[in-house]
């Protein structure tokens, strides 16, 4: 299996393992199976490969509907809920990002915008901090931007 197809398997494993964690209230046989799919990819793989793909850009999402303007993706090691929000003039391309509720807890939701003058902003603590930082606004991406943007979806 080449580097790409296992980080994408290794983000999927883990989008359906928080799902599943998230949702195990309901549906604790699903939960089970997904915590042992996860130790055994672990096994598998070993640690190192998991953090490696957990730290890669995003490349794998899972859709909830046929319109994917509902997707759950793997951001660097969490999994968020994704919502296209309906656009506005100034913010053209709205999503609202939720981190998918585990034992870790729960963040969120984030708006990320793409404004009419092209330019992409987010609402999060990150993006607030790099803004401050950096000397242009249009530079600064938080995590949550560079995800939407590395599939394409902002
Ligand atoms: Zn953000």
């Known amino acids: ?28 046989d699903t939960a089970m199976e997904m915590e042992a799919a996860w130790e055994n990819l672990r096994e598998e793989v070993g640690d190192d490969a998991i953090e490696q793909a957990l730290g890669f850009h995003p490349i794998s999402f899972v859709t909830l509907d046929d319109s994917h303007t509902r997707c759950l993706v793997s951001v660097y090691g969490h999994t968020y809920l994704c919502e296209q929000a309906e656009g506005t003039a100034l913010a053209q391309i709205q999503w609202r990002m939720g981190r998918v509720e585990t034992a870790e807890g729960y963040t969120g939701p984030y708006f990320a915008c793409r404004l009419a003058d092209g330019t992409m902003q987010c609402d ?10 950096s000397p242009s606004a249009t530079v600064a991406h938080c995590k949550h931007l560079r995800a939407l943007a590395s599939l394409g979806r902002i």
């Open 1 to 28: 299996m080449d580097s790409r197809a296992q980080v994408e398997r290794i983000q999927l494993i883990k989008i359906l393992y928080d799902a599943a964690v998230a949702h195990s209230a309901k549906d604790p």
């Open 124 to 133: 999060c603590a990150d993006w607030t901090y790099r803004v401050a930082l």
